[in-house]
Antibody
Framework: QVQLKETGPDLVQLTQTLSITCTVSGFSLTTYNVHWVRQPPGKGLEWMGAMWNGGGTDYNSAFKSRLSISRDTSKSQVFLKMNSLQTDDTAKYFC????????????WGQGVMVTVSS | DIQMTQSPSSLSASLGDRVTITCRASQDIGNYLTWFQQKPGKSPRRMIYGATNLEDGVPSRFSGSRSGSDYSLTISSLESEDVADYHCLQSIQYPHTFGAGTKLELK
């Protein structure tokens, strides 16, 4: 059974760095891809980037160089790190996984709501 | 970036109605179009992939179609459990981009 769970802070201070961990079970990170998607309160979804099963990454250029995605396959964890947080980064952050051959997420974590506070 | 223009932004329909939501792509995306359903407070659920393929377990009243650069999600006969937000996603080009979403409510 594929499962994903995000863990991270509820609150981050303005200009600080956000770190979220996605812990997966039921599959290997070397066979499935993991995506990061966020959703500001009351708004739509935004694709942030992905860690591909082969270890490569792709990012949404909207985040410029603020965003980094990495993984530890031995711990079945994928990490999101984003710096220079602003108030409009307040959102629920989801990790989600897709088949290795497919770019669209099938399984989703419950998400973690992060508020950026000034 | 490819823009996905989703319409309508909100929709009120009665039980048993036929409902259609559309996404228009700003560039050719082939059939790299996915539809998600998201109920309040929940994570998205993939409903249709490859523009027309129904995900396992999704009721057959849901269907996806394509006409040129317009992609549609249709519910043939609306049920109360279908009340949700619906999102489209293109995955042919990075960054993958979502439509703005459609809120479907009961009239």
């Amino acid at each position: 059974q594929v499962q994903l769970k995000e863990t991270g802070p509820d609150l981050v201070q303005l200009t600080q760095t956000l770190s979220i961990t996605c812990t997966v079970s039921g599959f290997s990170l070397t066979t499935y891809n993991v995506h990061w998607v966020r959703q500001p309160p009351g708004k739509g979804l935004e694709w942030m980037g992905a860690m591909w099963n082969g270890g490569g990454t792709d990012y949404n250029s909207a985040f410029k160089s603020r965003l980094s995605i990495s993984r530890d396959t031995s711990k079945s964890q994928v990490f999101l790190k984003m710096n220079s947080l602003q108030t409009d980064d307040t959102a629920k952050y989801f990790c989600a996984s897709s088949y290795y051959y497919d770019g669209t997420p099938v399984w989703w974590g419950q998400g973690v709501m992060v508020t950026v506070s000034s | 970036d490819i823009q996905m223009t989703q319409s309508p932004s909100s929709l009120s329909a009665s039980l048993g109605d036929r409902v259609t939501i559309t996404c228009r792509a700003s560039q050719d995306i082939g059939n790299y179009l996915t539809w998600f359903q998201q109920k309040p407070g929940k994570s998205p659920r993939r409903m249709i992939y490859g523009a027309t393929n129904l995900e396992d377990g999704v009721p057959s009243r849901f269907s996806g179609s394509r006409s040129g650069s317009d992609y549609s999600l249709t519910i043939s006969s609306l049920e109360s459990e279908d009340v949700a937000d619906y999102h489209c996603l293109q995955s042919i080009q990075y960054p993958h981009t979502f439509g703005a979403g459609t809120k479907l409510e009961l009239k």
